[in-house]
């Protein structure tokens, strides 16, 4: 359909004249009546085009006509909504709520990640985080769509920008001697997500970790130390699966004078560095690239047939192994197969439960029983299977064990779980089992 914006009144014939409605009239009526006529977008002529020096003709619809009794042209142009412009017959909008954005408007994109710092609160309005993006408001440690997983914690402590301590906190807050998982060379925090959602569904507090670049064991152990400052812990229970279990020993060395190591649980995990007969090379890592790296990490998994059960963890450890830079898969092998050794004097006092598979492992017969000595009252919590990953193919055992370490503690101020999780009956049966305990002693 013809609007009345699109028509063009052609200029009227040269026996015309204009009357009052402004449409021409004839005079000769043997003239043919083609003369006038109503069309869109009348094709122009050769002699239209105007030169580049000629002056442009009025388009408004009040210019005067070039010639006397010719009539107005209305110009056919097609009005175009400019982005913002307000257009006509659409509501107004709302006004913004408490001077805020208004209501209609889409939502505002995720802005970049600000990790954040030691001593510094974060902005009013804006999550503590982060990781690649940073939240707009507070969300649970793991996505709110089912089946995804959010983005996990940043931290800095150290004078150092880039390193930037990751952690998934999960379960109650008001638990102060939370469990830390720390994960071994090949893996982030994220692996151990079948523990995360398994205890704090139990009620205990959770926190998987997953360090930035260190170098060498002592500055290791100083920006752990910062990092518990930071979180407000005084003690915590850590969980060490290989490379994290050495680094449990070593942090609970490094702070025997003042405790901040209340228990520990070492899956798979190694006292002395020497085992591996790689210490000659260890200061050498940073040099290589990322391919030859993940390459010595990919040797020591299983190549023979497993389970699908185990076969599903090892291509998920690929699958982080993938995920990490060069400078951190150079610093975990050089903390791995730095010569370093864990002095069992400092650490004596500290109630310590030795988790280890009977099948193919990363670990030598000899290392597992170096364990065995170093530790003579250590609980022993044993699997059948499981490989080098046994938190991910054997959760449920592992998961069992760890309840069965934690329980100790519950009744008292180092407990990893609610109090209001924990029934009077069971506290009555800790209280009995601590006071044999003690009797023993």
């Not at 260890?282 to 047939?305: D, T, Y």
């Not at 730095?338 to 650490?347: A, D, M, T």
Request: net charge positive; proline share 10%; aromatic share 8%.
């Amino acid at each position: 359909p013809i609007g009345h914006s699109d028509l063009l009144l052609l200029p009227a014939p040269p026996n015309t004249t204009e009357t009052d409605d402004g449409f021409p009239s004839r005079r000769n009526k043997q003239e043919p009546r083609e003369h006038l006529s109503l069309v869109t977008n009348p094709p122009r002529r050769h002699s239209d085009r105007l030169s580049p020096r000629s002056p442009a003709p009025s388009s408004r619809r009040g210019s005067t006509p070039s010639k006397p009794g010719s009539v107005r042209v209305a110009p056919a142009t097609r009005k175009v909504w400019e982005e913002g412009a307000r257009r006509p017959r659409l509501a107004p909008p709302r006004a913004p709520p408490l001077g805020g954005r208004p209501s209609g408007s889409p939502p505002l994109p995720a802005l970049p990640a600000a990790p954040e710092r030691c001593g510094h609160r974060p902005r009013k309005g804006l999550c503590r985080l982060r990781g690649p993006l940073l939240y707009r408001r507070e969300e649970p440690p793991w996505g709110e769509r089912k089946g995804t997983w959010g983005r996990p914690r940043q931290i800095i402590v150290d004078d150092d920008d880039s390193k930037i301590w990751s952690l998934y906190d999960a379960g109650p807050r008001n638990v102060r001697c939370p469990l830390i998982f720390l994960p071994p060379v090949s893996g982030t925090a994220d692996v151990f997500f079948r523990q995360i959602l398994a205890l704090t569904g139990w009620g205990y507090r959770v926190i998987a970790l997953q360090y930035p670049v260190y170098w060498d064991h002592l500055e290791f152990c100083d920006g752990f130390r910062k990092l518990l400052d930071h979180l407000q812990l005084d003690k915590v229970h850590l969980f060490g699966a290989s490379l994290g279990g050495f680094l449990a020993q070593k942090f609970a060395e490094y702070t025997h004078k003042s405790p901040r190591v209340h228990s520990l649980i070492l899956c798979n995990s190694f006292s002395d560095t020497s085992i591996f007969n790689q210490t000659w090379t260890a200061n050498s890592f940073w040099l290589m690239p990322s391919f030859m790296l993940k390459k010595i990490v990919l040797g020591n998994f299983s190549s023979g047939p497993v389970d699908s059960v185990m076969a599903d963890a090892i291509d998920f450890m690929v699958d982080r192994l993938e995920s990490l830079c060069q400078s951190e898969l150079a610093s975990r092998l050089t903390l791995n197969c730095q010569n370093s050794y864990v002095e069992p004097h400092k650490i004596r006092d500290i109630p310590v439960t030795i988790m280890d598979v009977f099948d193919q492992s990363a670990l030598s017969t000899e290392a597992k029983e170096e364990m065995y000595k170093l530790y003579p009252n250590a609980r022993r919590a044993h699997l059948k299977t499981g490989g080098n990953f046994p938190y991910l193919c054997r959760s449920a055992e592992v998961n069992l064990y760890v309840q069965i370490h934690l329980l100790q503690f519950h009744g008292t101020k180092y407990a990893a779980i609610d109090p209001s999780m924990v029934s009077a009956e069971e506290l009555e049966v800790q209280k009995g089992n601590l006071g044999i305990s003690q009797e023993e002693q």
